[in-house]
Structure formats: C-alpha cells, structure tokens
C-alpha cells in the first residue's frame, strides 16, 4: 500500500469539511423554530414561548412531520404566492406558535374543539384563550379548523385581526 498522495489528503479534506458544513446546517434548520414552515415568519416553539409577556393575538399551528396534508400545506407556505406574503406581513401581528409532533400533547380540549386532526390552526387572545368563532370558513365544515393552504390562512388572519384588533388596518396611518 503507498502512501496518500497530498492531492488525496487534500480531496479527503474537502469532502471532510463538506460533511461537516452541511451537517451543521442541517442541525441549524432542524432546531429553527419555522421547522420548514417559511422562515420568513417569526415561529415561537412552545416551550419558548412566554404567554406572561405576550401582548399579541396568538396562531396555534399543530402539525406532525409524518402528516402528507401537514408537508403539503407546509410546502405551500414557501411557494413564494401573494398569499404566503400576506400571510407573511400578517404574521408581524401575531405570535405565531409551531407545535410539532409530542409538543401538543400539553394542550388541552379547548385547542382541539371538533377533533385532533392536523393541520389544524387556533386562534387564540394574547393571554392564551382559544377563539372557537375563528375557523377555516372556506374549508370543511365538519373540521373547521383544518387549513390546507396559505390563502385559507390569510383570510382566517385577516377576520382573526378584525374580530380581536379592530383597529390594526389604521396602525401608522396619521390623520390630516
């Protein structure tokens, strides 16, 4: 056997250092908050969330990375469409919270009021209270909180900011 060639090590090297860059920037989007959901949204894990300082209206999001409507309704949510950026500039609004997987387990009754399915979205008041009144009206009637798409959401975000912020569309609007 000879010995490695420095242009061997060198290749060697690179690949190494390939490896650990990517591995690193997987672990780095895996521990984000958004968890693939738009970066562009500021997302809050559960566990990080602190309810006792919160003044805005709150987006419950419950999915689970097995779930085929979660990764397509997530897929959707970075298709870069006019509603994703409505969504986007509504969500600066809100706290927009990402449950994932066993994260929802601590949740209670009143976050899934006509059944566990996912994807479901809550809207809730800033201390953390549920709104039933605020559902996908443009979905399924029997799962009114099953959102599909970005352009379900926005409308849903948009009726949620009306019913709990009624003036949020004169913020920075200055009078003559």
Known sequence: MTAPT?????????????????????????SSASRGWNDSIEWVKPKEFDI????KPIVYLFHKTW??????????MN???KDVEDVVDFSKKFAMVNIEDDEAAPFGQEFSPDGGYI??????????????????????PRFKYFYSNPLELR???????DEMTPDWRNEGKTEL
């Open 155 to 161: 409308r849903a975000m948009r009726n949620a900011l």
């Open 6 to 30: 420095m242009s061997s090590l060198s290749r060697l090297l690179v690949l190494l250092a390939l490896v650990l860059v990517t591995g690193v920037a997987a672990l780095a989007s895996s």
């Open 119 to 140: 994807p479901r979205v809550i809207f809730a008041k800033p201390d953390g209270t549920p709104v039933k009144g605020l559902k996908n009206d443009g979905g399924n």
């Open 67 to 76: 779930c085929g409507a979660c990764k397509q309704f997530k897929a959707s």
């Open 52 to 55: 006792s300082i919160n003044t």
């Open 79 to 81: 298709s870069g469409s």
